[in-house]
């Protein structure tokens, strides 16, 4: 089985400051993939950053970072100096392999985050 | 430019009739995923598609059925739905892969209510 806790529901930041976002998992497998998706008001889902279980770096994408610690399971993404069109949902994400080959994909219940003047 | 279609927008259907929603898209994607999102729930997965005629219960499956009878497609069915099937319900697919990092892709959601 495979589990994402975001226990963050709302995050509030000021603007140009950084923000982070906790993101912890569980699961069983060896090999995995965990994401950071972004959601605003309108509805549709961007993609920020993925970071393999292998990879021993922490992925980079411009203002966003993923601070991976694979010991303690935990994905959290770091914001570099906010701005307000950064005010959205944030969902955090994670593909295991299952039996037969294919691939199941869990997301977390979310943190809503503002950025503020 | 790549895509995720689903069939509708916005619904509303009655308690008991059956619903049909239908995801397509065109990238030739062997994982397909149905998901309910809901105010601090998050996206909870329902059902997932490897494979055509394949499927494998998501994390909250009951009320729920699918269908994968060509590989663009993946349709999701309340047999009978009922108003706490009111929720909005989001399609995405992506490349098989084996933990090496691909795009997901999604659609752009289907508002149903059920009255």
């Known amino acids: 089985a495979q589990k994402i806790t975001q226990t963050q529901p709302g995050m509030f930041v000021q603007e140009k400051e950084a923000v982070t976002l906790d993101c912890t998992y569980d699961t069983s497998d060896q090999s995995y993939g965990l994401f950071w998706y972004k959601q605003p008001s309108s509805g549709e889902m961007i993609f920020l950053i993925y970071?393999?279980?292998?990879?021993?770096q922490n992925a980079t994408e411009g203002r966003y970072s993923l601070n991976f610690q694979k010991a303690r399971k935990s994905a959290n993404l770091v914001i570099s100096a906010s701005q307000l069109g950064d005010s959205a949902m944030y969902f955090c994400a994670m593909r295991g392999v299952v039996t037969g080959g294919g691939n199941k994909l869990t997301f977390g219940t979310g943190t809503q985050l503002k950025v503020e003047l | 430019d790549v895509k995720v279609t689903q069939s509708s927008r916005y619904l509303v259907k009655r308690t008991g009739e059956k619903v049909f929603l239908e995801c397509v898209q065109d990238?030739?994607?062997?994982?397909m995923f149905w998901y309910r999102q809901d105010p601090g729930l998050g996206l909870r997965l329902i059902y997932f598609?490897?494979?055509?005629?394949?499927?494998e219960k998501g994390d909250i499956p009951e009320g729920y059925s699918v269908s994968r009878e060509k590989k663009e497609r993946f349709s999701l069915i309340l047999e009978s739905a009922s108003t706490n099937q009111t929720s909005m319900y989001l399609c995405?697919?992506?490349?098989?892969?084996?933990?090496?990092?691909?795009?997901?892709?999604f659609g752009e959601g289907s508002w149903l209510t059920v009255v």
């Open positions: 970071q393999g279980s292998y990879d021993e």
């Open positions: 598609s490897y494979d055509v005629k394949m499927k």
């Open positions: 995405a697919s992506s490349r098989l892969d084996r933990g090496y990092g691909n795009t997901i892709y």
């Open positions: 990238m030739d994607h062997e994982n």
